[in-house]
T-cell receptor
Framework: EAGVTQFPSHSVIEKGQTVTLRCDPI?????LYWYRRVMGKEIKFLLH????????ESGMPNNRFLAERTGGTYSTLKVQPAELEDSGVYFC?????????????FGPGTRLTVL | GDSVTQMEGPVTLSEEAFLTINCTYT??????LFWYVQYPGEGLQLLLK?????DKGSNKGFEATYRKETTSFHLEKGSVQVSDSAVYFC???????????FGPGTRLSVLP
């Protein structure tokens, strides 16, 4: 079974440009999470989808970030316009809806560099 | 709010040395505790977990015990290998479905 996949693996853009990150969760996982790690610091939560609905978006830093999960399958995270402080590694994770399994499966991350 | 503190490293050890990476947490409730590992070029992988006080999680020779009295979840391994070189993250989750709270990560390098 395929794990969580993310695309692209690396992205280098200039300040002011737009970037869209994509996450494909494990098939059948209703929960989907976005996290990011900035400058080697701790990994911080951004938001949580249950199927196509945003369950918790308290970690989104500002309105330059927009996440979608149309149809409850893959998700995109758009940064528009990108700023220098947005550089970091963006991780996606997914988990089953069954509360017995409180484990999140992470993707390899997308490394975003804003110049 | 909840938080996780861990030694930031980097930690450099010789092969077969004993490893301890300290992790302490602050939480309002009774969280589940996790150690995730990120090998070079790969994503985060669950290494072990514990869901209640005094539980011991173990995997691949690594162990960690959930200590409620000291709010700690220290990671240990008796004899590290070069292949253990990675970044280790301590994390907690208050309830199922809620987001994880991570520590800053500890980079471990094991030299042959």
């Amino acid at each position: 079974e395929a794990g969580v996949t993310q695309f692209p693996s690396h992205s280098v853009i200039e300040k002011g440009q737009t970037v869209t990150l994509r996450c494909d969760p494990i098939s059948g996982h209703d929960n989907l999470y976005w996290y990011r790690r900035v400058m080697g610091k701790e990994i911080k939560f951004l938001l949580h989808f249950v199927k196509e609905s945003k369950q918790d978006e308290s970690g989104m830093p500002n309105n330059r970030f927009l996440a979608e999960r149309t149809g409850g399958t893959y998700s995109t995270l758009k940064v528009q316009p990108a700023e220098l402080e947005d550089s970091g590694v963006y991780f996606c994770a997914s988990s089953l809806r069954d509360p017995t399994y409180n484990e999140q499966f992470f993707g390899p991350g997308t490394r975003l560099t804003v110049l | 709010g909840d938080s996780v503190t861990q030694m930031e490293g980097p930690v450099t050890l010789s092969e077969e040395a004993f490893l301890t990476i300290n992790c302490t947490y602050t939480a309002t409730g009774y969280p589940s505790l996790f150690w995730y590992v990120q090998y070079p070029g790969e994503g985060l992988q669950l290494l072990l977990k514990a869901t209640k006080a005094d539980d011991k999680g173990s995997n691949k020779g690594f162990e960690a015990t959930y200590r409620k009295e000291t709010t700690s979840f220290h990671l240990e391994k008796g004899s590290v290998q070069v292949s253990d070189s990675a970044v280790y993250f301590c994390a907690l989750s208050e309830n199922y479905g809620q987001n994880f709270v991570f520590g800053p990560g500890t980079r471990l390098s094991v030299l042959p």
